[in-house]
């Protein structure tokens, strides 16, 4: 039996973060992940690299490409004719980023001596001696044992009460991914996150796409003023979104879907969709995991139960990620890892959820961080606002992506930056000057007199900065 230091069961971005810094630290570290490619080999990487953000980010730009061509490249003097979709190329591309990046996390785990197990991993019982022992089944058949484990085995789409996902007609994350050839009507299921960014790339590609959303507001975890102005610009681009609705018989056909509804008003209706995308949550990875017999808690929703520091409540055995309590992101799951890694060692790293970024890659994208106004009005914090719009950026003129626009909290007092919400172009990319903002407890003004190049699109931000103390300089 291979005796280790560490064991990581799950190779997602928590998994196998967590494993490499456990190796840079000098323990004898392995892990056991089961995903397959299509050949049947090793894809490491979990939901996040093999059917979620890598590879829906690859649709994403495909999309916004062709979207460009067909609207938007005229504007610059380009003239595109007959311009058309290879739906097949399109996923032969996604598929290729995602096994590069499978290969990379298998380059790494090689250069950081990390030993690699493919396969499904479970306890085979209590720790003997305070050594925990873990069956692996699968393409490889073996036991391994170690004094630490961290469990990063992640999440599962959440499906609809008796409404099983065939990734045919009934679609998950990972069916919406491989669709082969543009829908004419797509129906989505949720307003989230997943639902948004597949409903779309569907729409760029030229699908009618319907989103129904079960709560009265639209982006209910996201800024009041960012959510109105998403809502207003998703609508313009052609996505029908209904919100309030009360989701009824969901019936599939030979090739087509039907979902009855109860709108927000009371009026009972029905739809036919080509393909329907549930996207309503998703729940923790932890079937066949056999946690209970190595005293391992769950939670009644089946999540492990850890202490602030990733602990569980059996002696040495760690749990990140989507698994555990927090926001479902990979980059949590990261931070996480790279803690727990670093607790083994003695070291005491600090993980800030309300330091950890957000964000919707739709188009315009949509990232935030800290607080909303909502939150900081339910609790009676004394704030500012600033806020400045892109149509007032150069570079956004530039660009010619104006839609949007940055905003910046911060306490009435102090002038502590209490969170950062953008809505336009790259606000993914924009976010990280907030989160470091935050991170150091800045204030409006400091990044009101940090200097920005221009032109570019972080000016916008410097420029929400000045406006919490009511000086913009260019709107």
């Known amino acids: 039996m291979d005796q ?69 490249f ?145 982006l209910g975890a996201v800024d009041e003023q960012v959510a109105k102005e998403a809502a207003k610009l998703f609508k313009k681009q052609g996505l029908a979104i209904h919100l309030g609705v009360k989701v009824g018989a969901v019936k599939t056909g030979k090739n087509a879907v039907t979902v009855a509804f109860t709108t927000a008003d009371g009026k009972a209706e029905s739809a036919t969709f080509d393909k329907l995308i549930v996207s309503i949550g998703r ?47 990979a980059h949590k799951a990261e931070e996480e890892g790279v803690a727990v890694a670093e607790r083994m060692a003695g070291q005491h790293p600090h993980v800030d959820f309300n330091c950890i970024p957000w964000v919707i890659y739709t188009s315009p994208e949509i990232a935030w961080v800290g607080q909303t106004e909502q939150q900081l009005k339910a609790a009676g914090v004394a704030y500012k606002a600033g806020s400045f719009p892109f149509l007032a950026n150069g570079r956004a003129r530039a660009l010619g992506n104006t839609e949007g626009f940055v905003k910046i909290l911060a306490d009435a007092k102090t002038d502590r930056v209490l969170g950062m919400h953008v809505i336009g172009p790259m606000a993914s990319e924009l976010i990280a000057e907030g989160v470091m903002a935050m991170e150091f407890g800045a204030s409006s003004e400091d990044i009101a007199r940090i200097c920005h190049a221009h032109p570019t699109l972080s000016e916008a931000t410097k420029e929400a900065a000045l406006a919490v103390d009511k000086r913009t300089l260019n709107f």
């Open 283 to 329: 729940v923790p990875n932890t079937t066949g995991l056999n946690a209970e017999a190595a005293g391992v808690k769950l939670d009644p929703r089946g999540f492990i139960v850890v202490d602030d520091d990733c602990r569980t409540s059996a002696a040495n055995v760690w749990a990140v990620g989507d698994v555990v309590r927090g926001p479902m992101l």
């Open 74 to 218: 005229g504007d610059h003097g380009i003239t595109v004719k007959g311009a058309s979709m290879d739906v097949a190329k399109m996923i032969a591309r996604k598929d290729a980023v995602v096994k590069q990046n499978n290969d990379g996390i298998l380059y790494l785990f090689k250069k950081n001596k990390v030993t690699f197990f493919h396969g499904r991993g479970a306890f085979a019982g209590a720790a003997k001696d305070g050594v925990h022992e873990i069956a692996i089944s699968g393409p490889t058949t073996a036991t391994v044992a170690a004094k630490h484990v961290i469990i990063a085995t992640g999440s599962n789409a959440r499906a609809l009460p008796g409404v099983a996902f065939d990734e045919k007609l009934v679609l998950s994350n990972e069916g919406a991914l491989a669709i082969g050839e543009t829908p004419k009507t797509l129906g989505v299921i949720g307003a989230g996150v997943i639902g948004l960014e597949m409903g779309s790339v569907w729409r760029r590609l030229g699908a009618e796409v319907t989103v129904l959303e079960g709560l009265p507001n639209f």
């Open 4 to 72: 280790f230091d560490v064991v990581v069961i799950g190779g997602g971005p928590g998994g196998y973060v967590a494993a490499i810094r456990a190796a840079q630290l000098g323990f004898r570290t392995a892990c056991i992940d089961e995903w397959k490619n299509a050949k049947g080999g090793p894809a490491p990487g979990g939901t996040c690299t093999n059917v979620g953000c890598i590879p829906s980010k690859a649709l994403l730009q495909s999309s916004e490409h062709y979207d460009h061509a067909l609207h938007h």
